[in-house]
């Protein structure tokens, strides 16, 4: 076994997969992606046990993951995860975009779930390391990228409601298109009455499994009412407006400001989110981070005093939402389409991301 030092630069031992896909299969692939669907040959591996600390740090072959059926995650769900992407700069190079917010996240979460913390320098050089390995995985077509998806489970074999001695980080790696064919189009968004994202004191402000689990029967009633994605209300009053299933929500007004919800821990808080806020305020927009509710909506969207309305995350960066149902019925946002304030966020951010942009925050994590 080997014990990992959470040093600046911790060493990954290689170990090549012994099946690589052949260069005109991989170049198939990468013709149309999707989303999701295809992944790159390698993944990294760091293991940890109780009493040892974190070890083994391995950049592999990517396979399936073998457990006994009595482990852990299994039976009480210990497990976080992460999602952040790398781009092909227009210079040649490869960059991360924020992935130590994503590591302070990871722990965030870790904290929250009763795991223990992996040292920023190990989740950034898994990152890292595997995005070098994976370099001919960038598929070459308008919004590519390599996704990234380090995850962390419970890993002990054993029956008992404590946390786990034992535990399994991976990241693996997914070529991707534009979440959106097409280019970003308007969604329609379902307000769910039923059903809650999350409660005070939960676990909203974790990226845990569980709570995107449990916005699946909600999503799946949206789309049974004809709406592309399903927004949460708060669990307590049923009245303000929190996060879709997966996106974080931004509302622009006609005198050009901006409106996103708070957090005060239901919420992710989305990198994203984050970013587009900063990039807001550097082009002198007043953003507030105030409550919103669903009767505010309606009724501004009706006088117009609301133009636009936009949903962000790392898979889709920017989707405008035109139109919004309840049991009532529905209303339009704007011109029920892409707003152009929106549409400068996505543009700015994008920009940033693949370094057609200046960088004045230093988020891009240049890998060469």
């Given at each position: ?45 760091i293991r940890y046990a109780e009493g040892e600390g974190w070890h083994d740090a391995t950049i592999t072959a990517r396979a399936p993951v073998t457990v006994d059926p009595s482990t852990a995650v299994l039976h009480y769900a210990q497990e976080i995860f992460e999602g952040l992407k790398a781009y092909r700069l227009d ?167 901006m409106v996103t919800p708070p957090l005060t821990g239901t919420i992710l808080p989305g990198i994203t989110r984050d970013s587009i806020i900063r990039i807001a305020r550097d082009q002198g927009i007043t953003v507030r981070e105030e409550k919103y509710g669903i009767d505010q909506w309606r009724a501004d969207a009706a ?66």
């Open positions: 076994m080997t014990l990992v030092s959470p040093a600046a630069a911790p060493t990954f031992r290689f170990d090549r997969s012994a099946t690589p896909v052949a260069a005109n299969e991989r170049a198939a692939r990468l013709v149309d992606p999707g989303f999701g669907r295809v992944f790159t040959d390698h993944m990294a591996v210079d040649g190079g490869m960059a991360l975009f924020r992935p130590e917010a994503n590591a302070r996240r990871f722990n965030n979460s870790a904290r929250r779930l009763a795991m223990p913390e992996l040292p920023e320098a190990l989740f950034l050089q898994s990152c890292r390391q595997l995005v070098q390995t994976e370099r001919d995985w960038f598929p070459q077509i308008e919004g590519g990228a390599l996704y990234l998806r380090p995850f962390m489970f419970a890993s002990e074999a054993f029956l008992g409601v404590k946390p786990s001695s034992e535990y399994l980080y991976m990241v693996i790696a997914s070529s991707v298109g534009a979440y959106w064919k097409g280019g970003a189009r308007a969604v329609s968004i379902w307000v769910s009455q039923d059903y809650t994202r999350a409660a005070p004191g939960g676990t909203g402000e974790a990226k845990c499994g569980g709570n995107y689990a449990a916005s699946l029967l909600a999503q799946s009633e949206a789309i049974r009412q004809g709406c592309d994605q399903v927004v949460f209300l708060d669990a307590v009053e049923r009245r303000w407006v929190e996060e879709l299933g997966g996106m974080n929500v931004f509302f622009v007004f006609d005198d050009g400001t006088s117009g005093r609301l133009t636009e309305a936009f949903a962000c995350g790392t898979a889709a960066v920017v989707t405008p939402i035109g139109e919004v149902a309840e049991p009532a019925g529905r209303f339009t946002i704007g011109s029920g389409g892409t707003g152009q304030l929106t549409q400068r966020m996505l543009d700015a951010l994008s920009a940033i991301q693949r370094g057609r942009a200046a960088d004045p925050h230093g988020w891009l994590d240049r890998l060469g």
